[in-house]
């Protein structure tokens, strides 16, 4: 299964973005998807997770701003991102939590947010 983010561009500061993530056949069999972030220079961070069960968790970077929502039977993953600053400029992407084998990365969506 592959994954492919999209959805990202050019905000200015306090806008919004919405990511998508589809997946190229089931993600079900996955536990737990989330999305994940690179900025320059920076390590990569886990900013949110869904699980099957319905459970999710969150980076206190961006705890209360961004919310994570997983559509199994369309096997895409969402990230909803609001009040957004210049520090969440990154790369996002989407990935298996657990069952790491059971899907690929793609290529991320670019997010940018001006001052």
């Known amino acids: 299964v592959q994954l492919q983010a999209s959805g990202g561009g050019l905000v200015q500061t306090g806008g919004s973005l919405r990511l998508s993530c589809a997946a190229s056949g089931s993600i079900f069999s996955i536990d737990v998807m989330g999305w994940s972030r690179q900025a320059p220079g920076k390590q990569r961070e886990l900013v949110a997770t869904?699980?099957?069960?319905?459970?999710?968790t969150y980076a206190d970077s961006v705890k209360g701003r961004f919310t994570i929502s997983r559509d199994n039977a369309k096997n895409m993953v969402y990230l909803q991102m609001n009040s957004l600053k210049p520090e969440d400029t990154a790369v996002y992407y989407c990935?298996?939590?657990?069952?790491?084998?059971?899907?690929?990365w793609g290529q991320g969506t670019q997010v940018t947010v001006s001052s």
């Open positions: 869904f699980s099957k069960s319905g459970g999710t």
């Open positions: 990935l298996p939590v657990t069952n790491t084998g059971a899907a690929k």
